[in-house]
């Protein structure tokens, strides 16, 4: 590679990675704490989870439930496990009986609890966890423009992450070895941000492509939509297998509907390790009614296991079926690869805590590019003017990204608080503490002081959140471990955790300070 | 460090040009090319392959829009391949 093209690249990195880097370190910052989102769900609600992974309730049970509340007659009822929650979600559409009430003409959507039997609507069963990562892909930015921001901060995050990784090519083998941390800031900013971007570049380059997959799907899509299926979205559905089958409804009732249960032990006797995550019901109680049963085998036993039937109820035939057990359609298995890939969920805690640490290390990778952005703009060349502008950058963009950690950390502590906190709550609090601490920060005009008082903040508050949880509770770690309620007491050891990392950072970072001034040099 | 800006492109409109070459160009060549593929071979396959293979493909052809001096060459090329594969595209209706 010659020296013209080293430089170009290089000014591509950085100006590509110093765009992005605020909106890149947000998303991966509230998408490293979403590998816990289900965890941090249940520690706010003080819940166990025991069946994991799919729908937790008997489906007669769930509809003789619902049709305490709903005509159900002539509706399609879909219900669906998304989390590790206590709750399915349950989507019903409006009846297509001309002869139902005026009530069962609309359609609905709300979560019902498989324990209590309870439903919430969405707004009332929102959560920290459901907040933390929904913001990882900027959803409280109305739709569709949020869902874009994350998608192009992410295919940009490509385009740097390539360029990166292509400057640093020649120097690959002999800078791994190279850190030197007792030298200047500066050289560590460096040294760090080459090997850990080093190391963290396999994950980073599935998070780039999947998060770009997953929020710009629609816009790569659309050129092969218009000129190979003449703009038919459902013919282009269909070619990808992610069609919606509809059943007409036939307006002859079905007499005494049975119970749908013998269906799904049917389905779960015949597939070994089947995990049912969606139930479909079309045209119920008519002639038309079916019943499509979706979901797959546990990852670790098949990582492509996905399983559908459909069984029309009143001749209990089975219409359609995609066994599991067998070789996943190439369609499916991109899909789930794609999705398990991004989400981790297919290992376990381990594969996620891991996640976890690779998430906060780009983080890292992310505030030490802008770092050395600032200290290799610092030099004589450089106008005071210019300086300043670059100064009040870093101010700003330290002051924003780093007091994310206080403020997740006095979020958990306030919805235990202020339990049942919901949506008004955690968007008050948040953004407005978040926007309180920036400016803060930000007037301080000093890295340094944000740097050691967000972590030193963060730890505390983290410190507190295991002890909230037992003042509200009455449960400490060990008690929520002796009652099997791993997901609550793996919320407050992780954040013992974190907070102790913090401190013993801020320690090392103190040391690096007063042995940066020993050297006469300041940052 | 940082990169020695008499190697960089000077001028706004050599800048404007690799910048949109790159994004636009990019992406309308990297959708060509999906698209003639996806005429040639399995086109069930080359659309869900296109999932992650187009992020890339686009990707790498912005980096490789900063190569050249002239950016209005780049854009020359892209356009060049994505009126060839319109010509196929229109030849196999």
Request: net charge positive; with cysteine; glycine share 6%.
């Amino acid at each position: 590679m010659g020296k013209r093209m080293y430089n170009v690249l290089f000014h591509t990195h950085t100006v590509s990675g110093i765009v992005i880097s605020v909106a890149l370190y947000i998303i991966f910052f509230a998408g490293s704490f979403s590998f816990f989102r289900d965890e941090i769900i249940n520690w706010e609600r003080g819940h166990q989870v025991e069946i994991k992974d799919e729908i937790a309730i008997n489906i007669d049970t769930a509809l003789s439930h619902l049709g305490q509340q709903y005509e159900l007659r002539g509706r399609d009822i879909n219900l669906r496990h998304y989390y590790n929650e206590r709750q399915v979600g349950v989507s019903l559409s409006a009846s297509k009986d001309s002869t139902a009430s005026k009530e069962a003409r609309v359609g609905a959507f709300f979560y019902l609890d498989t324990e209590d039997k309870s439903t919430a609507t969405y707004p009332e069963s929102y959560t920290l966890g459901e907040f933390l990562y929904r913001l990882h892909f900027f959803a409280q930015i109305p739709y569709p423009y949020g869902y874009h921001l994350s998608g192009f901060t992410a295919f940009f995050f490509l385009f740097t992450i390539l360029t990166g990784i292509i400057i640093h090519w020649r120097k690959i083998v002999t800078n791994f070895y190279v850190f030197r941390p007792w030298a200047k800031l500066k050289t560590i900013w460096t040294d760090s941000h080459t090997a850990l971007g080093l190391i963290g570049f396999p994950f980073q380059l599935v998070y780039a492509l999947t998060g770009a997959f997953f929020m710009l799907q629609s816009i790569v899509m659309a050129p092969y939509i218009a000129v190979l299926y003449n703009g038919d979205q459902q013919a282009f559905d269909k070619a990808l297998e992610q069609e919606h089958s509809t059943y007409e409804y036939s307006h002859r009732p079905l007499s005494g509907i049975e119970s749908l249960s013998k269906y799904t032990a049917e389905v779960q006797s015949k597939w070994i390790d089947f995990k049912i995550t969606e139930l479909k019901i079309d045209n119920y109680g008519d002639q038309n009614m079916y019943l499509t049963i979706s979901g797959n085998i546990d990852p670790r036993n098949k990582m492509n296991g996905i399983g559908k039937i459909t069984y029309k109820v009143a001749d209990q035939n089975i219409v359609y079926e995609k066994n599991p057990m067998e070789k996943n359609s190439y369609a499916d298995v991109t899909k789930n690869i794609l999705s398990r890939l991004h989400l981790a969920d297919y290992a376990g805690y381990g594969l996620r805590i891991i996640s976890f640490i690779l998430g906060l290390i780009s983080c890292y990778v992310i505030l030490s590019g802008v770092m050395i952005w600032l200290v290799a703009r610092d030099k004589k060349s450089v106008s005071d003017k210019q300086k300043k502008f670059n100064q009040s950058v870093v101010f700003w963009y330290l002051a924003i990204c780093l007091s994310m950690y206080p403020m997740v950390a006095l979020e958990f502590v306030l919805v235990k608080l202020f339990a049942p906190a919901g949506m008004t709550f955690i968007y008050k609090t948040f953004f407005i503490g978040w926007l309180v601490l920036s400016i803060f920060f930000a007037w301080k005009k000093n890295n340094a002081f944000t740097t050691k008082w967000s972590l030193g903040l963060g730890a505390v508050l983290g410190l507190f959140i295991p002890l909230v949880n037992w003042i509200e509770s009455g449960n400490w770690i060990w008690d929520n471990l002796r009652l099997a309620c791993y997901d609550i007491a793996f919320i407050d050891i992780f954040w013992i955790a974190l907070s102790v990392f913090s401190l013993l950072s801020l320690r090392r970072m103190k040391q690096a300070i007063v042995l940066d001034k020993k050297s006469g040099k300041t940052f | 460090m940082p990169a020695n800006p008499k190697y960089l492109a000077q001028s706004k409109w050599q800048r404007f040009a690799k910048i949109t070459a790159g994004f636009i160009g990019g992406f309308g060549v990297s959708a060509a090319i999906h698209i003639v593929l996806a005429i040639w071979f399995d086109r069930s396959i080359v659309l869900i392959t296109s999932s992650f293979s187009s992020f890339l493909l686009w990707s790498v052809l912005f980096v490789v829009a900063y190569i050249p001096r002239n950016g209005w060459r780049v854009w020359a090329i892209y356009l060049s391949i994505i009126l060839l594969c319109g010509a196929i595209v229109l030849l196999h209706q």
